[in-house]
């Protein structure tokens, strides 16, 4: 899949080089590659920040004991969806903490604490077969409700964006819906085995 993807980006970039020379456009491509890479860095940087700002938050929270209370605000429905799971474990903290963080808008900050709650839920898995609560986590961390969209807020304030968060009740709307149609299909499709 990745090297599909290698050759779909190398064909643009040979494909509008080519449509650049032809048209006579060669200094407006190099323009637009010269602003649209610096750009890129201050976007980077811009994100980098926030994303530095808020782990370094989520750790002081968990340090500070609020990941555990969070498992306990969290646990009714993580026993619902997780059933499997050991109520308190290392599996079910890192999952609280990972729902938070992406309730929170903050995707990028939200992966590593993906990353912990799969290992955990391997280490309770006795196959090497995603079990039922690794689909389940997988589906709740690509379609997360997002309370604060911090990212997409940043993003809209380093584009000149006058109201970044006017898109709140979109969001809201939005990731609710398929959170709900991912959860869905997820239980509907649990327990049936590929052929």
């Given amino acids: 899949m990745s090297a599909l993807l290698n050759y779909i980006w190398a064909g643009l970039i040979v494909l509008s080089v080519i449509c650049a020379a032809v048209t006579g456009r060669m200094p407006q491509l190099s323009a637009g590659i010269m602003s649209g890479t610096a750009g890129a860095v201050e976007l980077v940087i811009t994100m980098m920040g926030m994303m530095c700002a808020w782990t370094g938050l989520m750790k002081i929270a968990d340090a500070g004991g609020i990941t555990l209370m969070l498992s306990k605000l969290f646990d009714p429905l993580m026993r619902r969806i997780f059933p499997n799971l050991k109520k308190g474990g290392p599996a079910e903290k890192a999952i609280c903490m990972n729902v938070t963080a992406n309730l929170l808008g903050l995707g990028n900050a939200a992966t590593p604490l993906g990353i912990a709650a799969m290992k955990e839920m391997a280490k309770l898995n006795p196959t090497q077969t995603a079990d039922n609560s690794m689909v389940m986590f997988v589906v709740i961390n690509s379609a ?3 309370l604060i969209p911090t990212f997409m807020g940043t993003l809209r304030a380093q ?11 979109a969001v809201w709307l939005t990731s609710v819906c398929a959170l709900a149609a991912g959860i869905t299909a997820a239980k509907l499709l649990e327990g049936r085995k590929s052929g």
């Fill in 159 to 169: 584009y000149g964006s006058p109201a970044p968060f006017d898109i709140l009740p």
């Fill in 144 to 146: 997360s409700i997002q």
